[in-house]
C-alpha cells in the first residue's frame, strides 16, 4: 500500500437509510452538517444515503420499489392520457 495517499481523518458516522429508516454505525472522512443521536446515546455526524443492504434487492431476495424524490409519480402525471 502506498504511504502518504489515504486520508488521516477517519471519524464514527452514523448513515441512514433513508427507505427504511436503518441506521449503522461505521467510520468514514465523509462531511455533514446534520448530526444525529445514536442506540449508545452518543451523538454522532448523520449521513443519508438512499440504499444499503437492508433495503437492496439482491441482499433481501425480494423486489422492492425504491421512490427516491417522486421519480416515479413525476413520471405518471407526466405521461398520463388526458381525458
Do not use: C, W
Not at 25 to 32: G, I
Amino acid at each position: 500500500m502506498k504511504q502518504g495517499i489515504h486520508p488521516e481523518s477517519y471519524r464514527f458516522v452514523v448513515f441512514k437509510d433513508m427507505s427504511n429508516g436503518h441506521t449503522f454505525l461505521s467510520r468514514s472522512t465523509a462531511n455533514t452538517k446534520e448530526t444525529i443521536q445514536f442506540e449508545d446515546g452518543k451523538e454522532y455526524p448523520l449521513i443519508k444515503i438512499e440504499i444499503s443492504n437492508t433495503s437492496h434487492p439482491f441482499y433481501t431476495g425480494k423486489n422492492m420499489l425504491v421512490d427516491t424524490a417522486g421519480r416515479i409519480d413525476k413520471f405518471k402525471k407526466r405521461y398520463a392520457k388526458k381525458d
